[in-house]
């Protein structure tokens, strides 16, 4: 059986790339530190003879023993709201973190899978955004903790590649959602459940005009699966290219909810992108991929499974 080092796998996106290795026959050992991952989400993995879970911090060196196969590096605050908060372990799981999973998969000729981000497009000028747009970032604006840690995480990635010959993938993840997000992630898709669910006004930043493209968590992981197990290097979009308003999200959720609540309009944030939309033309290409559950199914998925989940 393969074996996979999954760093992060106890967050959002990460407990659902260890159920799928699992599924897929792969033993898995978890690292993560907690910080915004949750042993809970780690449930349907535990039972399986073929999952470890360890605590640790991959910006430490880190001691893995026995084969490793492949290395999926997914540890990172990945909200806002998190990064906000933790800034600096933000930047250095960026780099010292990166550093240490691409030393892990070096020493073990291990294949290479990073997990990016959209946000290493910043606020884009060109949309929808294809893997060869180098991006408008602000480099010292607040979410620059997070875009330029994805972007560096990049750069360290391809000159591994180039320079030791290790077998990288690099996957930008679009906005994701589904199961397993927390009430307070703070991301507009379980910040409008929840407060929809609660009988509160939805915020929308500024005026809602700005648009978001939005993966349901099964169609990302499936993208996931199918880059790390191809010869891809990338870095390959995954996300949906249909685009949405975040005021008709706010509405769209709002309805599957059944709230009769309003709408409350508040200030953007700083450097808040105004379009988010992938180009996904190379993973149907060269992946055989593209997203398949539409929009009202994925968020009808949601608002039932947080209905029941975070009321516990």
Not at 33 to 52: H, I, K, Q, V, W
Not at 115 to 127: F, Q
Not at 140 to 154: I, L
């Amino acid at each position: 059986m393969p074996t996979a080092v999954v760093t992060g796998g106890a967050g959002f996106l990460g407990s659902h790339v260890c159920e799928r290795l699992l599924a897929e026959g792969w033993q898995v050992r978890c690292l993560d530190t907690l910080l915004t991952g949750r042993e809970e989400n780690l449930a349907g993995c535990t039972s399986d003879p073929g999952f470890s879970f360890e605590r640790a911090d991959i910006t430490e060196l880190i001691r893995v023993d026995g084969e490793v196969d492949a290395v999926v590096h997914l540890a990172s605050p990945a909200s806002p709201r998190d990064y906000l908060v933790h800034p600096i372990h933000t930047l250095k799981v960026g780099a010292l973190g990166t550093l240490h999973a691409l030393g892990l998969a070096r020493e073990r000729n291990a294949r290479f899978l990073l997990a990016s981000t959209s946000e290493a497009y910043g606020d884009p000028l060109v949309n929808p955004q294809p893997e060869t747009y180098w991006g408008n970032v602000n480099p010292v604006g607040p979410r620059g903790v997070y875009d330029e840690a994805k972007r560096f995480a990049e750069a360290m990635t391809m000159a591994y590649h180039r320079v030791h010959a290790v077998p990288v993938r690099i996957a930008r993840i679009f906005n994701t959602y589904g199961p397993r997000m927390r009430a307070d992630d703070g991301r507009a898709v379980p910040t409008f459940v929840r407060q929809a669910l609660h009988g509160e006004p939805l915020t929308v930043h500024g005026d809602g005009t700005q648009t978001r493209s939005l993966c349901y968590v099964d169609d990302l992981i499936e993208g996931l699966w199918r880059l790390i197990i191809s010869d891809l290097t990338g870095p390959v979009n995954l996300g949906n290219p249909q685009e949405v308003t975040v005021l008709h999200l706010a509405e769209r959720i709002r309805a599957a909810a059944g709230a009769d609540v309003p709408i409350a309009f508040v200030d953007r944030p700083e450097d808040d992108p105004q379009v988010r939309r992938p180009d996904v033309g190379l993973a149907r290409l060269e992946l055989g991929w593209e997203p398949k559950v539409p929009l009202e199914t994925g968020l009808d998925r949601m608002v039932a499974w947080a209905a029941e989940a975070w009321a516990a």
